[in-house]
């Protein structure tokens, strides 16, 4: 049988924390909306960055490909 009793210490919770309280006229902005492209900008863009993503891609597998080569010899 324990003959003593542990007593834990006793510690006051602390405040919760509250969030500050924002009037209404301070709440954020409201997105402002995207400028209109033509349809025919907006295609020769998304051509661009396909082009640039798979030279980017090209020059990865070179990439991978000479890491393997210098694992493969010793």
Excluded: C, H
Excluded at 4 to 20: C, G, N
Excluded at 53 to 68: G, T
């Amino acid at each position: 049988m324990r003959e003593k009793i542990e007593e834990k210490a006793t510690y006051p919770y602390p405040m919760p924390i509250r969030r500050p309280e924002r009037p209404e006229d301070q709440r954020w902005p409201s997105p402002t909306p995207l400028p209109t492209f033509p349809a025919e900008d907006v295609g020769r863009v998304l051509k661009q960055v396909l082009d640039r993503l798979d030279a980017i891609e090209k020059r990865l597998e070179r990439i991978e490909k000479l890491l393997a080569e210098r694992q493969a010899t010793p």
